[in-house]
Structure formats: C-alpha cells, structure tokens
C-alpha cells in the first residue's frame, strides 16, 4: 500500500507540474504564432495523460487475487508502460507532422525576449520531472515511472529544440524549427519503441537474470542437506510477486520425513524474506555408490565434448530398474539441439548396455 500511494503521489506532481506547462506554453505559442511551442504544450498533455495513466495502473495492479485470476493483477504495471510507450510514440509522430505541415507552409514565427524566459524555465522543470520521475520508478521499482521519466527528459530535449529554434529566428530571422521538430520527433519515436519493447518483453517472460536469482540458489545451497540446486523458474506476477519452483539434490538415503523438513524450510524462507511462493522438487544422488560414481564420470566426459551443453544435473543410477537419469541444458543459441541431444543419449547407452538411459532436455530459465 505505501509503494501505491507513492506512486500515485508522483504521478499527481507530473499531473500538476504538465498542466501548468501547458498552459504557459500554449498562451506563448499562441501570441507568437509558434507550431512547435503549441507542438510542446500538446506534449506536455501527453506527459499528463501519462501520469494519469499510471495512477489507474497502479490501482488495477493491486486488486486483490480473485478465483479467475489467482496471480493477482500485477502485470497490469507492464502494460501500463507500454500504454505510455504508445503515448510517447504519438508525441513523436505529432512533432514530426506538425514540423513537416510548418515547413511546408513556410511559416515564420514572432518571438520575444519574455517567450526565451518561460521556455527556459520550462526546461528545467522538465528536466526536474523527468529526473525525479527517474529517481522514484527506482526506488519503487515501477516501470510505468521510469518510463514516465524518460519521456519527461526527451520532452526537456524537444523544448531546447523549440528554445534553439526561437534564439535564431528572433536574431537571425532564419525559421530552423521545423528541421529541428522532425529531429527531435525521430528521436522520441525510436525512444518510444525502447519503452514499448521492454514492457512487451516482460509481458512476455523473460528469463531470469535477477540478483533475486543468485540469491535464491545461494540460500537454499546453505540447507542442511541440499546437495546441489537446480532448474530454478521464476514467474513474476508485478512488483516483488513472485511463485517460483526449483529442484534441490538430495541423498537417496533420505527418508520423506527428513526431505519434507528441508523442503518446509526453504518454502518459507522463500515467503518471508522474498515474498515468492517456491515450490521444491527432489533429485535423489547415489553418488556415494561406487558403481554409480564411474558411470557418472563417463557421462560427464561425453557431455564435455560437447560446448553447447552448459549443465548437467539430477543423474540417478537405479540398479534395481536399470535406469539411468539425467538432465541436461543445451544453450538456447543451438541450432542442432535435437542432434545434440540424440547424440549424447547414444553414446551413454553404448558405455551401459542393459541400461534404460532417460535424459530430460531442460531449459536454461534462469542464471546458475
């Protein structure tokens, strides 16, 4: 709730800080006849539009979990972003447009010595926005903010622009902005695809490389007992939402009593102090059986023949079944995998005639 009603609180000093230049802009813009100082104070109510948009984001994004959506509605913030992305992106085609249609009609604008002061201090309130917007979608971890913020410093860009274009056309009497309006408007649109590809992308899934993860994997390491931790999944669900799975090795003398206990804590050790709810998984190791110990040597002198394997884990030798288990992960950038993966089995069932080899293709979810 306090990351909520920070949020909303920053987003309503974007909300007030863009009205107010909106309207100076548009009173100056008007008086001299300027496209791109009106074009400024229209982008200006784009960045309210914004802020607005972020609020109603962050509102829906922490509804309370209901029997459809079980997740909750975190993700709702990554949507945001893309909305403000969106938002951005007609700004930029706006700028662009309305240089063009100016060029074209020729037009030249009258300014004055009071219209260079407003639109300096413009600046620097948009800079301070955008800064500040920066700092808080940080420190809050919302992306929506960042965004935001991003889109306040490009907004601060196109008004020094407009400013540039203004000095020379007031002491040169040479109208440079339109040229400049097109220059920067290219600029905020490919900004804009940036921002609107990295919340897709997170719509999507990406795969984890979070200090999260190294932290998970290093803690559960530390349990009495856990021999090795592997396969971890993260599934983010908003801010500091997560459910998550990860397989821990255990010895296969282990009773269910004993590796339920372990299981119990690295569950809520998981809950409390990271807010993810994990589910754990067992593989058992026989490594300590003589028999076991050779195949698995030879299996990793097999597996390291090839460099598009980057792990292997979970290996069993079940004597009783003639069974052997393993797990391998082959880098996503393999184009061959199938091969690969039908090679390696091959010459682990040649090296153990008699034995049922089951080796399961696993993906590389997160950093080990």
Same mark, same amino acid.
């Given at each position: 709730?306090?990351?909520?009603?920070?949020?909303?609180?920053?987003?309503? !000093?974007?909300?007030?800080?863009?009205?107010?230049? !909106?309207?100076?802009?548009?009173?100056?813009?008007? *008086?001299?006849?300027?496209?791109?100082?009106?074009?400024?104070?229209?982008?200006?109510?784009?960045?309210?539009?914004?802020?607005?948009?972020?609020?109603? =984001?962050?509102?829906?994004?922490?509804?309370?979990?209901?029997?459809? /959506?079980?997740?909750?509605?975190?993700? $709702?913030?990554?949507?945001?972003?893309?909305? &403000? =992305? !969106?938002?951005?992106?007609?700004?930029?085609?706006?700028?662009?447009?309305?240089?063009?249609?100016?060029? $074209?009609?020729? %037009?030249?604008?009258?300014?004055?010595?009071?219209?260079?002061?407003?639109?300096?201090?413009?600046?620097?309130?948009?800079?301070? *926005?955008?800064?500040?917007?920066?700092?808080? =979608?940080?420190?809050?971890?919302?992306?929506?903010?960042?965004?935001?913020? *991003?889109?306040?410093?490009?907004?601060?860009?196109?008004? #020094?622009?407009?400013?540039?274009?203004?000095?020379?056309?007031?002491?040169? @009497?040479?109208?440079?902005?339109?040229?400049?309006? +097109?220059? $920067? =408007?290219?600029?905020?649109?490919?900004?804009?695809?940036?921002?609107?590809?990295?919340?897709?992308?997170?719509?999507? @899934?990406?795969?984890?490389?979070?200090?999260?993860?190294?932290?998970? &994997?290093?803690?559960?390491?530390?349990?009495?007992?856990?021999?090795?931790?592997?396969?971890? +999944?993260?599934?983010?669900?908003?801010?500091?939402?997560?459910?998550?799975?990860?397989?821990?090795?255990?010895?296969?003398?282990?009773?269910?009593?004993?590796?339920?206990?372990?299981?119990?804590?690295?569950?809520?050790? #998981?809950?409390?102090?990271?807010?993810?709810?994990?589910?754990?998984?067992?593989?058992?190791?026989? %490594?300590?059986?003589? %028999?076991?110990?050779?195949?698995?040597?030879?299996?990793?002198?097999?597996?390291?023949?090839?460099?598009?394997?980057?792990?292997? /884990?979970?290996?069993? #030798?079940?004597?009783?079944?003639? &069974?052997?288990?393993?797990?391998?992960?082959?880098?996503?950038?393999?184009?061959?995998?199938?091969?690969?993966?039908?090679?390696?089995?091959?010459?682990?069932?040649?090296?153990?005639? @008699?034995?049922?080899?089951?080796?399961? *293709?696993?993906?590389?979810?997160?950093?080990?």
């Amino acid at each position: 709730m306090n990351r909520e009603k920070e949020i909303v609180k920053t987003s309503v !000093v974007g909300i007030c800080g863009n009205v107010l230049l !909106v309207v100076a802009k548009a009173i100056i813009g008007l *008086l001299a006849g300027a496209v791109s100082i009106i074009l400024d104070a229209v982008n200006n109510l784009t960045d309210a539009l914004s802020s607005v948009i972020t609020i109603i =984001g962050t509102k829906l994004a922490n509804k309370k979990p209901n029997k459809k /959506h079980p997740y909750g509605f975190g993700r $709702i913030e990554y949507l945001t972003s893309s909305i &403000i =992305g !969106v938002v951005i992106f007609s700004a930029g085609f706006l700028a662009v447009y309305e240089a063009i249609k100016s060029l $074209i009609a020729g %037009e030249v604008a009258t300014y004055d010595i009071y219209s260079f002061i407003i639109i300096s201090i413009a600046i620097l309130a948009k800079i301070g *926005l955008g800064i500040f917007f920066k700092y808080k =979608g940080k420190s809050l971890n919302s992306d929506a903010l960042s965004a935001s913020g *991003l889109d306040a410093l490009l907004d601060s860009v196109l008004s #020094c622009g407009t400013l540039i274009g203004a000095i020379v056309a007031y002491f040169a @009497g040479i109208s440079l902005e339109g040229y400049i309006g +097109i220059a $920067i =408007g290219l600029f905020i649109i490919k900004s804009s695809i940036d921002v609107f590809r990295e919340s897709i992308s997170k719509i999507i @899934g990406e795969r984890s490389e979070t200090e999260l993860n190294k932290q998970l &994997i290093q803690e559960i390491s530390e349990f009495d007992g856990v021999l090795g931790v592997y396969d971890l +999944i993260i599934n983010n669900y908003g801010n500091d939402k997560n459910i998550a799975s990860v397989h821990i090795e255990v010895n296969d003398a282990m009773t269910a009593k004993e590796i339920q206990a372990i299981e119990r804590k690295i569950a809520g050790m #998981c809950y409390e102090k990271y807010n993810t709810i994990m589910t754990v998984g067992i593989y058992a190791q026989n %490594e300590d059986n003589g %028999e076991a110990a050779r195949i698995k040597k030879e299996i990793d002198e097999i597996v390291s023949e090839y460099k598009q394997v980057i792990q292997t /884990h979970g290996f069993y #030798c079940d004597f009783a079944q003639k &069974i052997i288990s393993i797990d391998i992960i082959i880098d996503f950038d393999t184009k061959d995998e199938d091969q690969v993966y039908a090679e390696i089995k091959s010459k682990i069932q040649q090296k153990n005639p @008699g034995f049922n080899v089951n080796i399961v *293709l696993d993906r590389d979810f997160a950093v080990s």
